[in-house]
Nanobody, 115 residues
Framework: QVQLVESGGGLVQAGGSLRLSCAASGRIFGINTMGWYRQVPGKQRELVATIISGGRTNYVDSVKDRFTISRDNAKNTVYLQMNSLKPEDTAVYYC?????????WGQGTQVTVSS
């Protein structure tokens, strides 16, 4: 099993920044991809950013040039630096890890951007 614990959410004004962290523990050997999804009530969960073990990253178009995903393998932690936040970024953000065909999820952290 893999456990994921997120932190760093909160309330911020439009144009501000937040950094989310996701610490992985347990059977972490073999995790290939980690990333972040977000979800707004009544809508499907949306993939925000991913990073694979080799360092390649991918972003949804709406956050490109504003968000940066990074990974510290020594700390088994993935980060999401969010800059120039917009009210439409408001959502619950979920960390995930993909290992051997299985997705593992964190509990989610709320990000609220006020206008």
């Amino acid at each position: 099993q893999v456990q994921l614990v997120e932190s760093g959410g909160g309330l911020v004004q439009a144009g501000g920044s937040l950094r989310l962290s996701c610490a992985a523990s347990g059977r972490i050997f073999g995790i290939n991809t980690m990333g972040w999804y977000r979800q707004v009530p009544g809508k499907q969960r949306e993939l925000v950013a991913t990073i694979i073990s080799g360092g390649r990253t991918n972003y949804v178009d709406s956050v490109k040039d504003r968000f940066t995903i990074s990974r510290d393998n020594a700390k088994n932690t993935v980060y999401l630096q969010m800059n120039s936040l917009k009210p439409e970024d408001t959502a619950v953000y979920y960390c995930y890890a993909w290992k051997m065909g299985v997705n593992y999820w964190g509990q989610g952290t709320q990000v609220t951007v006020s206008s």
